[in-house]
């Protein structure tokens, strides 16, 4: 293993019903409360209504931001810093899944900050602080509740960027798994893939001798492929549970401890083309993702085989390791296809002709390792595979 | 899932050489601290001295509790709580495994109350607060740099019990494997089976549908087995940063996150026969752990099975579900000796005439779900097994 730092210190609140003590632990950081929210079939169920109830009954004065958008956008985070700035608000709370959440991280971020919170993004300048951030989670997907990960994207620009600050950790997460009933077929698969692609995205990079970090990334996958039942069964409270703390585990630094790297080049890739194309997430991995794997793989095929023995039960006898490593990611492409989703760029109408654009952006993001356009073509041209 | 709230906010610093860092580290929690360690062969090597200069670089006034005894004892901990009234200490900081860990606990605790602190183990009362604690863990076994658990033994009433506050976790953990290379063979085995039991004690207990943390318990437990030539290349860092990895994670709560119960039972019985005999922790464990595990297969074999094959490999055609349960114990019990550890209490040297006082203990822990006799001789009588 390589050195690391592990610290993650939100509080994670688990469990149907726990959406109950949202006012109790919003007063622990603040009297006045900011709530972002986004449009979803919660909003017609009286959740958000529910959610400035129970912050009211706890004696806080709650000022709204509605309608976060998925992608969510900067024009969003400007308006809750104004509402933060002229209500001097205290505490930022989301609920949601990644959208509103990553938006109420770049709020706290840029409320507590004078200057454009963008500059944050491009990495023109460094945050030092932030409000306290609580999230209640209502999606098994980004895994935003628990990780430091904040993803914005500038409408203008068509750049879509992230931050990783440790201050802007929710201090608590509501799990509650009863409001994650409502999310339909289509978005809960996407979220399987997201936390899939969490869990894999350092798994094929970096220091090899990982063993601790590799059993932890593989369960939370084996979990999520051992509850895809859920697609069927969309109000199946274990299952939800199930795929809810793979989901937030996959995502809140243990899957990368040890690996001495952080690469997430899918998530590079994925993040150019739906800054480009308001693509939504999930879709976008289970494109990119496969062909990520397919690219590391050429090139470096041992770990993949281990992959392929422990996740998909691909015997060593199958072939060279080349095709044991192939025929693990082959079969979580099939994965995907089963549950509906999209596996080429071609099926959400990216042709050829916009790979150097997004090629041009996967380079130009500050966060990104890939410096080489070449590896973005051949891994848009693996999205064909 | 059963609810739970999971908060584990330790800092982990993780790798060779970062030892380094502990004064820098203990500076941003006080300018009077209290250094509390054991004897070993780290005392040797300088490694103490070396801990006292890297805190007085820092700026450090330095008070030192050494030669803290393994299964730490009540004496130490009222010796380090004295220092503490006197020198007004701001911070504790332990170095060493489990023993040095716990005894600073107790004794961050204690300086933070004004009356005995044994009271808190046998909870006539509750803590409210500590004294921050910070850890450098040279022994992969305990945990305890990452755990709420304290446990002390009482050496007048022979009482071995533990408290459990979350506010005593410590701030930051330094595991420098660099220090781990001088732990002895039988030690070094000894924190193997400590591991094991960690991430073994709640998986066959209360709720069955937990598959992540299963997944993460077997992970952990898998990495202990697959890392044991460790026994055979004592200063392989390789293999004492997995174990040590393992054995942090295993009693850091994520082992227990949704089963809805906290059982702990080989310890309950471990505590009170090392209590009253001062075993090692480790070698009573790989004694008493396989003869719980027994106890609780012959009454629900299932998950049993599920153990049995995903950590040993025994095909479901092995037998009955009891049959192949059984199966996956011994297999662990097998492990032991070979690791040349003890298996039965006859080797330690405690008899049958000690039973009753063994159950009696037990009985009374104030800690201990454990309130019928016959449970624990049933468990002694496998033992023998």
Same mark, same amino acid.
């Given at each position: ?10 509080r ?16 622990? %950081? ?9 449009? #979803? ?7 958000h ?11 806080l ?17 400007y ?18 899944g ?24 491009t ?23 628990? #990780? ?16 990783? %600050?440790?201050f ?17 077929r ?13 869990a894999?995205?350092? %798994? ?57 790297? %952080?690469?997430y ?8 083309? #739906? !800054? ?34 422990r ?7 199958? !072939? #060279?390791?080349?095709?044991v ?10 994965r995907?296809?089963?549950? !509906? ?16 654009e ?28």
């Open positions: 293993m390589k050195k690391f730092e592990f610290f993650n210190p939100v994670v609140i688990f469990g149907p019903g726990e959406f109950d003590r949202l006012g109790a632990l919003t007063a622990m %950081y603040g009297r006045r409360a900011l709530l972002v929210t986004s449009k #979803s079939p919660l909003e017609k169920m009286g959740v209504e529910k959610a400035v109830e129970l912050m009211r009954s706890a004696g004065e709650v000022f709204e931001l509605g309608g976060v958008e998925p992608n969510p956008k900067l024009s969003s985070v308006e809750g810093i104004r509402i933060c700035r002229e209500k001097q608000v205290e505490v930022v709370i989301a609920i949601g990644g959208s509103p959440i990553d938006c109420a991280k770049a709020i706290a971020v840029g409320a507590a900050d004078s200057g454009d919170v963008w500059d944050f993004f990495q023109k300048r460094s945050a030092v602080k932030a409000l306290p951030v609580g999230a209640v989670s209502t999606l098994a997907a980004t895994g935003a509740e628990m #990780s430091v990960h904040c993803v914005i994207s500038n409408e203008k620009t068509k750049q879509k960027y992230a931050t990783h %600050y440790e802007n950790l929710p201090k608590f997460a509501i799990i509650d798994t009863e409001l994650h009933k409502t999310v339909p289509r978005l809960t698969a996407c979220g399987l893939v997201d936390t899939i692609t969490h894999g995205e350092n %798994y094929f990079a970096g220091e090899k001798n990982t063993p601790v970090t590799d059993r932890i990334a593989e369960g939370l996958i084996l979990t999520i492929l051992e509850n895809d039942g859920i697609l069927n069964d969309l109000q199946n409270v274990e299952m939800r549970d199930n795929i809810a703390w793979a989901a937030t585990l996959a995502i809140n630094g243990l899957t990368d401890c040890g690996r001495g790297i %952080y690469e080049g899918a998530h590079m890739i994925e993040h150019a083309i #739906s !800054g480009l194309f308001d693509v939504v997430h999930g879709e976008g991995l289970a494109i990119v993702h496969p062909a990520w794997l397919y690219y590391r793989c050429e090139r470096e095929p041992r770990k993949f085989v281990q992959f392929a023995e996740v998909f039960g691909v015997p060593k006898q199958y !072939g #060279s390791e080349a095709e490593g192939e025929k693990g990611i082959t079969e979580l492409k099939n995907y296809k089963a549950w !509906g989703l999209p596996t080429s760029l071609r099926q959400i109408g990216i042709e050829q002709v916009s790979y150097e997004i090629a041009d952006r996967v380079v130009q993001d500050p966060d990104s390792f890939i410096k080489d356009k070449s590896i973005v073509h051949r891994v848009l041209e693996l999205c064909l595979k």
